[in-house]
């Protein structure tokens, strides 16, 4: 099973955070402002779901406010 479709299995029933993780395998970095502008919602729906993908391994604190998705930057560089 592809890494895609392994983390929307485990975030299904999240709407606005799936949205969210598809951007992310177009770019792995993110902060919550960006994430409020590529998803359209408001700044704590944005961190609601950057909070549920640090949970699920998805995104991890980079530099100060960016985050990155390293599981699918691995990905993206192979």
């Given at each position: 099973m592809d890494?895609?479709?392994r983390f929307r299995r485990r975030?299904?029933?999240r709407a606005r955070t799936?949205?969210?993780l598809d951007c992310l395998f177009q770019n792995?970095?993110?902060t919550v402002a960006r994430a409020e502008k590529l998803v359209k919602v408001s700044n704590p729906t944005a961190r609601s779901a950057i909070t549920?993908?640090?949970s699920e391994g998805v995104l991890g604190r980079a530099w100060?406010?960016?985050y990155l998705a390293r599981p699918i930057l691995r990905i993206l560089e192979e």
């Open positions: 890494l895609r479709e975030l299904r029933g799936l949205d969210l792995p970095y993110t549920a993908l640090q100060g406010r960016l």
